[in-house]
């Protein structure tokens, strides 16, 4: 049980303090127990709904993460709708992020009779949605969470995978586990690398899993897909016949090589070092 600490003058006054001022701070300050003056929160509310911009944060809630989304209806009343991210609040910060502007986002475009929206070209629904162009439309709203380098890289890696799928009619509701199986196993047939196939592998499965968070599929199909994997490196090393006629070449002399091979052979179990 918590008990009350002992009052002490300077307790006592602190509270008098803050008691007296209560009024005139809550007066002076925004919604959602913000320190924004009330002037400027009314500013920005009405900037924002102006310009049909939906506001939405992220609460934390049963060890979860909530997008809550405010927005006026057409009373002016203020409203909230709240959606699931299905992310567990530990360590999953920046994920909930991104998983938040796709949620805003999608409500902002949806035609609602709550909310007026400007007169625009209605995105392509997700059934029609190239996977090719999703993963477009992906690179630029994960653009906040990503270092330049690693947005750069990216970008540049996905204009090479989008035209493999948008050509063959690929859809993002219709991809398959197959489908970039099949893709992988193209890479290696024009003569790209395993770690090419791994780099594409990690972008197509992070991006279809904000696809399945965000409920435009049901299931993530890259997690089904087994990840391109490197041959074992098998390391063979110099027999003695092979040391002395390396050593005679660099004109070691006899005594020299003798240690210099047993330093080797001593190395070469330890450490398992390549042959040169």
């Not at 910060?93 to 986002?105: D, F, G, Y």
């Not at 859809?171 to 099949?182: A, E, F, G, V």
Request: net charge positive; charged share 30%.
């Amino acid at each position: 049980m918590v008990t009350k600490k002992e009052n002490t003058p300077s307790r006592e006054a602190r509270r008098r303090y803050e008691q007296k001022n209560k009024d005139k701070r809550q007066a002076a300050s925004g919604n959602f127990q913000t320190m924004i003056p009330r002037e400027k929160y009314e500013e920005i509310s009405a900037f924002l709904k102006t310009n049909n911009i939906t506001k939405g944060r992220l609460v934390t809630k049963n060890g979860k993460y909530y997008v809550v989304i405010s927005y006026q209806d057409e009373h002016g009343r203020n409203k909230q709708k709240w959606a699931a991210t299905g992310l567990d609040a530990k360590n999953n910060k920046r994920a909930a992020e991104e998983v938040m502007r796709n949620i805003v986002a999608k409500f902002n475009n949806e035609p609602t009779t709550t909310i007026p929206t400007k007169t625009k070209e209605q995105p392509t629904s997700p059934d029609k949605l190239l996977f090719g162009d999703y993963l477009l439309q992906w690179i630029e709203v994960a653009k906040m969470n990503l270092q330049l380098s690693t947005y750069a890289a990216y970008k540049n890696k996905i204009k090479h995978i989008a035209p493999y799928f948008n050509e063959r009619g690929i859809t993002l509701q219709s991809i398959r586990p197959n489908d970039i199986q099949n893709y992988y196993a193209w890479l290696m047939e024009q003569g790209k690398t395993v770690q090419a196939c791994t780099h594409a592998h990690v972008i197509i499965r992070r991006a279809l899993e904000i696809a399945y968070r965000t409920d435009l599929i049901p299931v993530n199909p890259a997690a089904k897909v087994e990840k391109p994997k490197s041959p074992k490196y098998e390391a063979r090393y110099y027999d003695l016949k092979q040391l002395k006629t390396l050593f005679r070449r660099f004109g070691i002399r006899q005594n020299s090589w003798i240690c210099i091979a047993t330093e080797y052979y001593r190395q070469a179990r330890t450490c398992r070092y390549r042959k040169v």
